[in-house]
């Protein structure tokens, strides 16, 4: 269920990738630019980002026959959490762009236990640019998240939305703050009555490179 | 606006469409969410924490591995003491108390190192103390008879060991019955004292000697000569004895856990039991036991079981006969850990929910070649049923019913070696003895206790 889930979701994300690079146009190679945040089609960057996750809540989906907690919105039981990120950004459009996105995090539960997750997500955003120096992107992130837990692994379907805040510094550097929703819903467990969504806000700090 | 314009004539200059090879990666990323997916345990991580409770931490230093938990009585006890050995210590607390206090080693005018082996009577502990000095190892053999809160008293058996430039020998300690005999499984090795493995290459064999319970002094060997240990068949060490209190003791031997066939079933004087074989198979075993089933309105038949430590079809059988002689194979079991030791909750409250009264088989890691295989705490096996072949090794934690669920699965215990479980006094509560994981306990007297951290 989960496989066909995610191949579902993320095949037609990579057809889009190739077929909207296919009929990209060569542009003029000399076209001024304007603006210190003037992006064009074919524009890369490369960001790294550190920050924090908040879990928000959990919600069982099933009543589970060994907890007195029935289904519902409950609290996740986790601390708060490090996160990082790596990502690697293509602009498909002057304010639209595409990347790839690896992070990780980790968090401990209320006995101490550590929880590992490692999200490696496709995202999409769209760059306003209200100011010449301002960049607000709205992010839309879709891909697996990998969790650990004491013996425990699983690979669930990662939704996250967020925006950005961005400074540029010039027309290779900007900085800024970033922040997503996380959406997991974990729906492959052995026994069905330990299907859950789980919900986080993760805030970080970027550093965004463009070449 | 210069600088920016040659910055953006630059760039746009080299730029590229993307990424070339574009079907192959989607492919190799179809494969690796795939190889991800098939690696799932699928236990629900987040409803899991959702659900769990707080476990004390305890006052045992983290990361402590432990002996069973001894209880002794007797005359010379005018206090109650727990007892049990970590490392070069012996741990004990009072009866009634929580706070357990680390003792150190002196006995016979020696401050010994650690603790190579260590078995409780009914009134003393029996301890085989090891001590390096440059060159020179050596195991001494002492009975802790008495302890006043702060000193302990030991009675020296008279009985050591002294590694020879060539030669040294290692000591194995049982009791099956704390009223019954001390066995003493002397591991004979070449070379020069390097390891207390006695699965290393220079183990040559091995020789069992039997003492009385209340014996002060050393003992005699069970038979004057022992064939299936002591190298003139095969190089076995004893892995395991059982008592059933009726005559029949069992002795399992081995020449290594891993090893194939290298098992044996022998009497108490270290002799073949019939042709040695447990269900037709040599099979290395461990953690022999005597189960009475004994609970109310319920009388036994007992029945001896014995873990196998390698695999036979993938898994590692545990097998259980009433006689010591016709052996059955039960169902379940795995092969993702080993098990190595049982223990009797049948007649207790908590071995006896959902109309089950239960046995406890504690778990125990182990390295497969190269890869290193986690334990799982214990496993359940349900002992009321009289026909053997109808027991199954419940591994599935989910559907256990000693204790409570939710507690068991997010407690490090679910997931530790059990090294031993005991019931001291055959009282009420159960401790389960941890490698890297310290202590537990619960209360057996009540329904679906908590496991808490010693």
Known sequence: ????????TLFPLFIGIVNAQENIPEKNPFVPQNTVNQRYQGDQSFSISAGIIIPLFTVLLHDIDISEKGAGGTKSQLTLGGIGYLTYNFYLFPNIKLGLQLGGTFKWDVNRNLLYMVPLVLRGAYEFRPLGRMTIPLYLGLGIDMVSWKEEFEVDFLLKPGFGVYFDWNVEWSFGVDFYYWFVPQLASKDKQYNSI???LDITLAAEYHF | MEKIAERSNKTLGCRRPGLRNRPGVLILYALMVNLLLIRCTGAGIYSTIAISTKIDEGKLPKGLSASPV???????????????VSGPNIWTKHASGERWNAMGLNAGGIEWDGVQSAVATEDRIILALYSVRGNTYKVGLFALTSFDGSRATYDDFGKSWTSQSKSFQTVRLFCPRPTGDIYVNILNHSGSYSSLDAEDNSFTGSTLYKLANGSSSWGSMTAASQPEL???NKARYVSGIADNGSGTVLVTATTGELAKDGGYLLNENGLARGNGSIDGSYI???????IDRKWEGHNGPGVFIAAATSLKDYVHPVFASKDGSTWHRLQGATGRYQTRNFIDVSDKTAGMSNSKHLILAGTSSYIDGSTY???AGYNEIDVTNED???WFVNTNRNSYSLANLVNYNVSNLSESTVVGMSIPGNGSVLYASTRNNGVWQLNLDEERPLWTRE
């Open chain 2, 230 to 232: 002591n190298g003139t």
């Open chain 2, 388 to 390: 053997l072949t109808k």
């Open chain 2, 70 to 84: 001894f209880y002794v009585s007797g005359t010379r006890w005018t206090e109650r003491y727990f007892f049990f």
């Open chain 2, 284 to 290: 290395p075993t461990a953690g022999i036991t005597w």
């Open chain 2, 373 to 375: 295989r986690n334990a």
């Open chain 1, 198 to 200: 789980v919900n986080f």
């Open chain 1, 1 to 8: 269920m989960l496989k066909s889930l995610l191949i579902v």
